[in-house]
């Protein structure tokens, strides 16, 4: 009798132990998920402006493309006439 | 002062090279009678970048190998339409020296009788003696005709049907190319509207000249019907 009380009594005290080290793991790995959480969020958040500024990024070098390639041919068309006002004024001769 | 040649190398500068959101060149299209010449990667490279870029605004353009001593015509759609062995300055170099296109042949050095690298506006247009060329770089007296063989020492025919490019540099600048190639592929194709020649450097990178051409690589090898 008294050694199964004695039994009895240590194996309250075991799963009580056990009990609270899971309560204390359980609490510790949630502070853990929810600092993982609050990095993944300002993580989202700056690749979030980094997409918006690559956009922008892309979307201003086309334009520039774009400006070039207009420059280029208004370059082409200002070129003929100039050659064509020189041409009358004095007929080169060609380095043959 | 930034040569007219230059400047649309300067504006295609600033674009951050990669940058276009374009899709892939097509490749080359070849007409089943473009001459025997093979493009060169530099070529090639130049090639892509026009069509794919449409830097030729809609008109025909030609591509001037000096190392080959090679010339690329292309019609507007950017299809090769034709290639042939060329003549070019006999001096080494990719820029014209001041005030050359203004001196008189005899008067030129050596080493000023260059063919100058660039993307030029090509339109044909009057020279002395009332005859017509098609100017590539009027300013420096840069044109394209047909081979010239009123000195015959030069031996330019021979030089032009000799297989090795290290004999085609004979001229003041000027690029020479053969009578056929002349009448049947530039002047049908520039006479009406002009177009753009490009003509690739020698001494300088060839991404210094055309800045945009390093973001595509052209490609070869799919011929159409003429």
């Known amino acids: 009798m008294t050694v199964l009380g004695t039994s009895m009594k240590l194996a309250v005290v075991a799963l009580t132990g056990l009990s609270l080290s899971a309560c204390a793991t359980e609490d510790y790995v949630d502070k853990q998920i929810a600092t993982v959480n609050d990095r993944i969020t300002a993580l989202e958040g700056r690749v979030g402006q980094v997409d918006q500024a690559a956009q922008a990024a892309n979307a201003a070098a086309q334009a520039a493309g774009s400006s070039a390639q207009q420059a280029n041919q208004r370059i082409d068309a200002l070129t003929s006439r100039v050659d064509g006002i020189e041409q009358r004024l004095s007929s080169k001769r060609p380095r043959n | ?226």
């Not at chain 2, 951050?16 to 959101?21: D, V």
């Open chain 2, 1 to 226: 002062m930034i040569s007219r040649a230059l400047a649309p190398a300067i504006l295609f500068a600033a674009i951050p090279i990669g940058a276009s959101a374009k899709p892939a060149p097509a490749p080359m299209r070849i007409v089943a009678d473009a001459g025997p010449a093979t493009p060169s990667d530099p070529v090639l490279r130049v090639t892509g970048w026009v069509i794919n870029a449409q830097d030729n605004g809609g008109l025909p353009f030609i591509i001037v190998d000096k190392v080959a001593a090679t010339i690329f015509a292309f019609d507007a759609g950017g299809t090769l339409v034709g290639s042939a062995p060329v003549l070019i300055g006999i001096g080494k170099g990719d820029d014209s020296a001041p005030g050359v296109g203004d001196k008189a042949l005899s008067r030129i050095p050596v080493s000023q009788r260059t063919t100058p690298a660039g993307r030029y506006f090509a339109k044909y247009g009057f020279a002395s003696r009332n005859e017509q060329v098609l100017w590539i770089d009027y300013a420096n007296a840069v044109s394209l005709h047909p081979v010239i063989t009123s000195n015959a020492k030069e031996h330019r025919l021979q030089r032009l049907r000799s297989p090795s490019p290290d004999d085609n540099r004979i001229t003041y600048g000027c690029i020479n190319v053969p009578k056929s190639f002349y009448a049947g592929v530039i002047r049908p194709l520039f006479k009406p509207k002009g177009g753009v020649a490009y003509i690739l450097p020698e001494s300088r990178p060839l991404e210094q000249v055309f800045a945009a051409a390093s973001i595509q690589r052209g490609q070869v090898g799919v011929p159409v019907s003429p």
